[in-house]
């Protein structure tokens, strides 16, 4: 049987504590974050956005899983989102869409169209924490 070292040791436990440092609140669909952890979040299929709550500095993100496909691999094309589609498609917020199709945006606000020819386009209105996480109530 093989021991780690204690260099090897120290190095799993820092890599754990920032592991913890960061773990996510949660606010409604979204994780929360503080501001200063933005270097340290994950950013793979996750959109994120940043409000000022009660005077902290606070990061606002939402998740998603890939849909799966059906297409071969080597047909598949790869979107903003980090996701995947087959030709004729689009993703955003991991979810698939035909093109030549209108839907709201990953962010729950912004117009989205998968464009005939595999273009994207969307609005680029301002929005809130409420509306991005799916808020069912406006906080006071």
């Not at 606002?60 to 087959?86: I, N, V, Y």
Request: charged share 20%; hydrophobic share 30%; glycine share 8%.
């Amino acid at each position: 049987m093989r021991c780690l070292s204690p260099w090897s040791i120290v190095a799993v436990s820092a890599a754990l504590a920032v592991v913890v440092s960061i773990t996510p609140d949660t606010y409604f669909e979204c994780e929360q974050y503080r501001g200063d952890q933005w270097d340290q979040i994950d950013k793979t299929n996750r959109e994120c956005m940043r409000e000022d709550v009660d005077g902290v500095d606070t990061m606002f993100c939402r998740h998603w899983e890939c849909a799966q496909l059906t297409c071969p691999e080597e047909k598949q094309l790869t979107w903003m989102d980090g996701c995947k589609s087959c030709p004729g498609f689009c993703s955003s917020g991991g979810t698939i869409y035909p093109e030549g199709s209108n839907f709201i945006c990953a962010d729950n606000t912004n117009y989205c169209s998968c464009m005939e020819g595999g273009g994207f386009a969307s609005t680029q209105m301002g929005f809130t924490r409420q509306k991005f996480c799916n808020a069912t109530i406006v906080d006071q």
